[in-house]
């Protein structure tokens, strides 16, 4: 069974652009989460879907928008980049928003922002 | 405030002894406890959870992880370390469906050899 794919696996923007990251979960699986990770501030959640419904958002300025297809498969969006959202950005999906769930993690999106 | 805790920043032990990675959370209740792990350039791997039941759960690679609600503590642990365990350990708790799920800071295991 393949794995969570994120594409793609590197980016770099400069200050002010927009950027669209991709997320497809394992096969039946209908939940899918994002986070990122800096070596700041670790690992921070950004927005939980399931069912093309957002269910959870993190603390994150309007800028990080995210958005999920009849497939499950989901994008992320952050627009006028700024040097401090360079990150590795990793997306997990699970079978269900469940509590107990396990969420199975893609290798993420590395993006620079120059 | 639901918070998760992992105060070691990083842990070395010797190949073939037994390692402890610590883990406490902040809330009681009946929490959903979970550890990942994090090799170089690579996301988060799935290593065991805690949902109820045996307080000893066992995972991946010879990993295990004892949860105390006493101490609210879910520490990992592995009777003899091998140097391939070297990696990045993460602890994530979720208190409920509508929660998000909230990980420490994470451990940075050493293995020598």
């Known amino acids: 069974k393949a794995g969570v794919t994120q594409t793609p696996r590197y980016l770099i923007k400069t200050r002010g652009q927009q950027v669209t990251l991709s997320c497809s979960p394992i096969?039946?699986?209908?939940?899918v989460s994002w986070y990122q990770q800096t070596p700041g501030q670790g690992l921070q959640f950004l927005f939980e879907?399931?069912?093309?419904?957002?269910?959870n958002k993190g603390n994150f300025p309007g800028r990080f928008s995210g958005r999920q297809f009849s497939n499950s498969r989901s994008e992320m969006n952050v627009s006028t980049l700024e040097l401090g959202d360079s990150a590795l950005y990793l997306c997990a999906s699970s079978l269900g928003p469940g509590a107990g769930q396990p969420q199975h993690f893609g290798d993420g999106t590395r993006l620079s922002i120059l | 405030a639901q918070s998760v805790a992992q105060p070691e920043d990083q842990v070395n032990v010797a190949e073939g002894n037994p390692l402890t990675v610590k883990c406490t959370y902040s809330v009681s209740g009946n929490p959903y406890l979970f550890w990942y792990v994090q090799y170089p350039n690579r996301g988060l791997q799935f290593l065991l959870k805690y949902i109820t039941g045996d307080n000893l759960v066992k995972g991946s690679y010879g990993f295990e992880a004892e949860f105390n609600k006493s101490q609210t503590s879910f520490h990992l642990k592995k009777p003899s370390a091998l140097v391939s365990d070297s990696a990045l350990y993460f602890c994530a708790v979720r208190w409920s469906d509508t929660d998000k799920l909230i990980f420490g800071t994470g451990t940075r295991l050493q293995v020598f050899p």
């Open positions: 096969s039946g699986h209908r939940s």
């Open positions: 879907y399931f069912s093309e419904t957002q269910r």
